[in-house]
């Protein structure tokens, strides 16, 4: 525990170098794995069961996803697998990927897949490199990866858990898609009192990150002084370090002075975390101003985007009514079609019946010409004859 882990943090985004912070220290990060993940194998892990391996994976994805953690936690401890259990006698450990959001990513359970694949591929080159051809025996297996969502954001988090659910009409195709859950760890599901209640370092680092507003900076502040002392009873320097980190950079965030900024993250390094903001005041009114203004802007704009919806859909009604009018008009256009056509069909029937009785009585009018003239030839005939 003594030794001192040097966190090199590249975002530059608060939210995002506060949990690497966090995560990125072992001690944290067993405390986080044993007090929230749900998972009975780890609630007895120990910060020498970890091993950060996040530089092995994440310079693979964009500088956004620099605040992911990839740990791999040694398990063969607590879980002692032999013969048809661990036939290859090789190291038991799950690799924990928690991947940090400040606002809902609907995404994320593909993002996380291809994290999964990725390890897994790496660890059959790394496997074959040792062991040649070692991926096609039998008793060959992937290690286990445990997919931790940790959620800051204020909001629900709505996006599916499942990968199946972003699958288009999964349920035609469910028993062959691939089904696979993450966990979501949701920062404003724990009350103050219940993470002061854990009484560790993770608990505390985690009242820090929850802080957003005025009314969650007066809610910390409100807190037991001597409850928080206690957390930090045994705490080691360094890690003593990273929560003085976490504080100064909120307290930044917040505009207050520096030398209230650094004697209050010197107060945590002195262990004083009930002195905390001691001699500090903070101006919640005008922070509260600040705040209602921003949030009147955004109900304005809110407010503005809704017209411009009912606009739009006022529009796509009226386009719809003309639609609907054209295909009436349409529909009566093919019915007086269809019965023109009908009256034509009529009139050619009628007309060829005409055409034959024209042609009967022309057959007969030849007929009756003949015998004219037959009668004629005949008359002349008799007449010669008679002189």
């Known amino acids: 525990m003594a030794n001192e882990n040097k966190t090199i943090i590249p975002n530059p985004f608060l939210r995002d170098s506060s949990?690497?912070?966090?995560?990125?220290d072992n001690i944290l990060c067993s405390q986080f794995l044993r007090d929230y993940a749900d998972m009975d194998i780890l609630r007895n892990v120990q910060p020498?069961?970890?091993?950060?391996?996040?530089?092995?994976?994440?310079?693979?994805?964009?500088?956004?996803?620099?605040?992911?953690?990839?740990?791999?936690?040694?398990?063969g401890r607590y879980l002692p697998l032999k013969g048809d259990g661990n036939p290859l006698e090789s190291s038991l450990y799950i690799v924990s990927l928690i991947e940090h959001k400040t606002k809902v990513e609907y995404n994320v359970s593909m993002q996380i897949l291809r994290y999964m694949i990725h390890i897994w591929e790496d660890y059959e080159k790394e496997m074959e490199k040792r062991y040649p051809h070692i991926s096609a025996r039998k008793d060959f297996r992937y290690p286990p990866v445990f997919p931790i969502v940790y959620y800051e954001g204020a909001g629900r988090w709505a996006a599916p858990c499942d990968l199946a659910d972003r699958i288009l009409c999964k349920e035609l195709l469910n028993?062959?898609?691939?089904?696979?859950?993450?966990?979501?760890?949701?920062?404003?599901?724990?009350?103050?009192?219940?993470?002061?209640?854990r009484g560790d370092e993770i608990s505390l680092a985690m009242m820090i990150n929850k802080i957003k507003s005025p009314a969650d900076m007066d809610a910390f502040v409100s807190l037991p002084g001597h409850r928080l002392d206690k957390i930090l009873k045994d705490t080691p320097e360094y890690l003593l370090n990273i929560m003085s980190k976490l504080m100064r950079a909120l307290l930044y965030n917040m505009n207050l002075e520096?030398?209230?900024?650094?004697?209050?993250?010197?107060?945590?390094?002195?262990?004083?975390?009930?002195?905390?903001?001691?001699?500090?005041?903070?101006?919640?009114?005008?922070?509260?101003?600040?705040?209602?203004?921003y949030k009147a802007k955004g109900e304005t704009e809110i407010a503005a985007n809704r017209a411009i919806a009912e606009a739009f859909r006022a529009e796509a009604e009226a386009f719809r009514a003309e639609a609907?009018?054209?295909?009436?008009?349409a529909e009566a256009f093919r019915a007086e079609?269809?019965?023109?056509?009908?009256?034509?069909?009529?009139?050619r029937a009628e007309a060829e019946i005409s055409r034959a009785e024209a042609e009967a009585f022309k057959a007969e009018a030849e007929t009756s010409r003949a015998e004219a003239e037959a009668e004629a030839m005949k008359a002349d005939a008799v007449a010669i004859k008679q002189e």
């Open 48 to 75: 020498e069961d970890i091993e950060d391996v996040s530089e092995r994976y994440v310079p693979l994805y964009s500088t956004e996803r620099e605040s992911d953690t990839v740990k791999k936690v040694n398990i």
């Open 175 to 197: 028993g062959y898609l691939p089904h696979f859950k993450y966990q979501v760890v949701r920062l404003q599901d724990y009350s103050n009192e219940e993470l002061l209640s």
């Open 19 to 24: 949990s690497k912070l966090i995560f990125g």
């Open 337 to 347: 079609a269809e019965t023109s056509r009908a009256e034509a069909e009529a009139f």
């Open 324 to 329: 609907e009018t054209s295909r009436a008009e």
């Open 258 to 293: 520096e030398d209230k900024v650094e004697n209050a993250a010197a107060k945590i390094k002195e262990r004083k975390m009930g002195r905390l903001f001691e001699g500090v005041t903070f101006d919640f009114q005008a922070a509260k101003k600040e705040f209602e203004e």
